[in-house]
């Protein structure tokens, strides 16, 4: 069996030298906005990582929440990730096409699911390409495995829990949205949702954290990155963002320093912006 990995990201070279072994299984976690026109699974299908495996965050997700991506119930999850080979004793490798964007999402996921041993390919399927690695077209045919879901409940956030920190302070709320949504300057990409932010969070883009080839910034940059927008680092952090996949590209940043109590809001924007009757400012 592995050994768990603190770190949160490998590197491309890591990846290449691990390609065939047993205990390593690699995941495409691609999604994109719906402004990008993409379709994930279609370019999943065209060309991939050797021996990856497609992981669809709009279907192993609450499929009857009236939000998007929502998380599963443990029991969803368990059944689709044992069907892909996914599971007890082994490393899990994400990475998605944009280079970090939604590959985060998936790590939170595993690790909310009680999978630790999960780290994103740093850079991810940009990178890889970038430096002329192998692709394939195969679906990979891995035997189905055991998976233990164990939910770690700290790691979530939901909206009872949100309204109850604007009374207590007690965590840091920080948010993944553009400073202009963040401000209600834009409108959102969701229709019907109302502008602005969680009262009393922060604001930090998570494009702020990737490097041009979709690496995460250096140590030195994340520091000064959650120092400069107001960030105790010594205090527990809640990211969110619109609809709670770019939260976790913070999350993943607060992770690489080492940081252990960050959660997420998993409803973010998309649900606080669309109830009526939550505070708002802007």
């Not at 590197?11 to 065939?20: N, R, Y």
């Not at 979530?156 to 202009?180: I, P």
Request: glycine share 8%.
């Amino acid at each position: 069996m592995p050994q768990i990995v603190e770190y949160p990201l490998v590197t491309t070279e890591w990846l290449a030298a691990h390609l065939d072994a047993p205990d390593v299984r690699i995941v495409d976690g691609s999604w994109y906005l719906p402004q990008a026109q993409r379709n994930p699974r279609a370019e999943y299908e065209n060309e991939h990582i050797p021996g990856a495996v497609f992981f669809d965050i709009d279907e192993i997700a609450d499929t009857d929440s009236p939000y998007p991506h929502m998380l599963p119930a443990p029991e969803k999850f368990s059944s689709r990730v044992r069907a892909m080979g996914l599971g007890d004793g082994v490393r899990i490798v994400v990475y998605d096409g944009a280079g970090l964007f939604s590959a985060p999402r998936v790590w939170w996921m595993f690790r909310v699911m009680g999978h630790r041993d999960v780290v994103v390919l740093d850079g991810g399927l940009k990178k890889w390409k970038a430096e002329g690695r192998p692709l394939d077209d195969a679906r990979p045919r891995h035997s189905a495995r055991h998976f233990t879901a164990r939910r770690d409940v700290p790691l979530v956030r939901d909206r009872e829990a949100m309204l109850h920190n604007l009374e207590t302070c007690a965590e840091q709320v920080l948010d993944a949205r553009s400073g202009r949504r963040f401000r209600a300057e834009e409108p959102e990409p969701r229709p019907g949702l109302k502008g602005g932010h969680i009262p009393g969070s922060l604001n930090l883009p998570s494009a702020n954290l990737v490097n041009a080839d979709g690496t995460l910034k250096s140590r030195e940059e994340l520091v000064r990155l959650f120092d400069d927008t107001g960030i105790d680092l010594s205090r527990p952090v809640i990211t969110t963002c619109g609809s709670g996949v770019s939260a976790c590209i913070l999350a993943l940043g607060l992770a690489a320093l080492g940081h252990d109590r960050v959660s997420v809001y998993d409803g973010s924007w998309a649900e606080w912006g669309a109830v009526k009757g939550l505070p708002i400012e802007a």
